[in-house]
């Protein structure tokens, strides 16, 4: 039972790159969410799907967008990647919604020069 | 104004010693309250959930205030595996995690 995966660990792009975070859960969780973590701002809810087939928009949504592939994979990409969106990307689940425990993967560390 | 307020610490205490974090958020149609704990350069993982009639979770003690808009953590008893940073989160529309309080415990 891996819980909450992410890969890449760390990717660095550079200006204009395109890239897709991949994220995966094993604990058959409805609920999954994409944050990015930045110094001194705390996690940011950039998208987040309440169920297989739907996804919303967070706070800081522009410049990404989302698939929920199925029940265990929730993808982030980003098409055209700029120097702001150099950030720790945390994905995470929960089992009914943003009430329940969200369990988070370790992060994806994403550099943009 | 952010929605969720945290001091960044860092708080530096000796083991044994009783710690608070205070936590504002500026809803006031706020719902759901957690305290989550994040080691350096990990991910955050839930501490406890914070009730309205506050709580308890062996040392921690969480307690709400909804007139004055704030939550606050009491660590007693402080142990080195303590020091962390702590992340305040409020469900008001969507989560809002705090910047975090940054905790460290010396021997």
């Known amino acids: 039972n891996a819980g909450v995966t992410q890969t890449p660990k760390f990717q660095v792009l550079k200006t204009g790159q395109s890239m897709t975070l991949q994220c995966a859960q094993d604990?058959?969780?409805?609920?999954m969410y994409w944050y990015r973590q930045d110094p001194g701002m705390g996690l940011r809810l950039i998208y987040y799907?309440?169920?297989?087939?739907?996804?919303d928009k967070g706070e800081v949504p522009n410049g990404y967008n989302v698939s929920r592939l199925n029940k265990r994979e929730f993808s982030l990409r980003l098409e055209s990647a700029a120097p702001s969106q150099t950030s720790v990307y945390f994905c995470?689940?929960?089992?009914?919604?943003?009430?329940?425990?969200?369990?988070f993967g370790p992060g994806t560390r994403l550099t943009v020069l | 104004r952010k929605e969720v307020e945290q001091d960044p610490g860092p708080f530096n205490v000796p083991e044994g010693a009783t710690v608070a974090f205070n936590c504002t958020y500026s809803?006031?149609?706020?719902?759901?309250f957690f305290w989550y704990r994040q080691d350096c350069r990990k991910e955050p993982k839930l501490l406890m959930s914070?009730?309205?009639s506050g709580n308890e979770d062996g040392r921690f003690t969480a307690q709400l205030n909804r007139a004055s808009q704030y939550i606050s953590l009491l660590i007693r008893d402080s142990k080195l595996s303590d020091s962390a940073t702590y992340l305040c989160?409020?469900?008001?529309?969507?989560?809002?995690f705090g910047a975090g309080t940054r905790l460290t415990v010396k021997p």
């Open positions: 995470a689940s929960s089992d009914r919604g943003p009430t329940d425990t969200q369990y």
């Open positions: 604990m058959n969780h409805n609920s």
């Open positions: 799907s309440a169920s297989e087939g739907t996804t």
């Open positions: 809803n006031s149609a706020s719902q759901s």
């Open positions: 914070v009730y309205s």
């Open positions: 989160v409020v469900l008001s529309n969507d989560m809002r």
